[in-house]
């Protein structure tokens, strides 16, 4: 299994650009998660999804648009690109357990600068 | 609003234990977590907690009280590997939605 694979690993945009973030899973798992993670913080949550086609906002979804047409993939767009989106964006997923432990499982992360 | 404090940082000597002590504030609680992140990695599950008590997994442990809204996460015979920052993390009020911590970066010295 190759776990959570996100692409690409490094990228510079310029002011106004877009850019699709992705993120694939195939260990099946129904929750999958954005966040962003600025140097020296933890993580902030940006969009989640409980399944394909449901989606919902995070702590800091502004700027981010996110779609879950399967299981696997949980692509994230920015549309116009801003210096303040520099960061590291990481993927994760989680398999559903009522009342019990669901550790999330991490991709290693996509290093985005806005310049 | 949802909230975690843990301490920015923390120095220990290889072989020695270390505790990182994390308080929290949410409208619900479902269970704490604990992450470690070395430097340029993705964060990776260390340990949880749903209910009062210490869970052990093998040289790491992790306490919960959740009339005091405060965990702790026990680290034994350091090594320098264990040098990274540790994140804990509520899920508060919404069962798989969590909520981080800033993290404690851990630095063992030799």
């Known amino acids: 299994n190759a776990g959570v694979t996100q692409t690409p690993k490094f990228r510079i945009l310029k002011i106004g650009q877009s850019m699709t973030l992705q993120c694939t899973q195939d260990m099946n798992h129904n929750y999958m998660y954005w966040y962003r993670q600025d140097p020296g913080m933890g993580l902030k949550l940006i969009y989640y999804?409980?399944?394909?086609?449901?989606?919902d906002k995070g702590e800091v979804p502004n700027g981010y648009n996110v779609s879950r047409s399967t299981t696997e993939d949980f692509p994230l767009r920015l549309e116009l690109a801003a210096p303040s989106q520099t960061s590291v964006y990481f993927c994760?997923?989680?398999?559903?357990?009522?009342?019990?432990?669901?550790?999330?499982?991490f991709g290693d992360g996509t290093r985005l600068s806005i310049l | 609003g949802q909230s975690l404090e843990q301490p920015s940082e923390v120095t220990a000597v290889e072989g020695a234990i270390v505790q990182i002590n994390c308080t929290y504030q949410?409208?619900?609680?479902?269970?704490l977590s604990w992450y470690q992140q070395h430097d340029g990695g993705a964060p990776t599950f260390l340990s949880y907690n749903a209910l009062d008590g210490l869970e052990e997994t093998g040289r790491f442990s992790s306490f919960l009280s959740r009339s005091d809204s405060y965990g702790y996460l026990l680290l034994q015979e350091l090594q320098m590997k264990d040098s990274a920052s540790y994140f804990c993390?509520?899920?508060?009020?919404?069962?798989?939605?969590?909520?981080f911590g800033s993290g404690t970066r851990l630095l063992v010295r030799p």
């Open positions: 993390a509520v899920r508060g009020d919404s069962s798989y939605k969590l909520i």
């Open positions: 994760a997923s989680s398999y559903p357990r009522q009342g019990e432990n669901q550790p999330q499982h």
């Open positions: 949410t409208s619900g609680f479902y269970g």
């Open positions: 999804s409980v399944g394909a086609g449901i989606t």
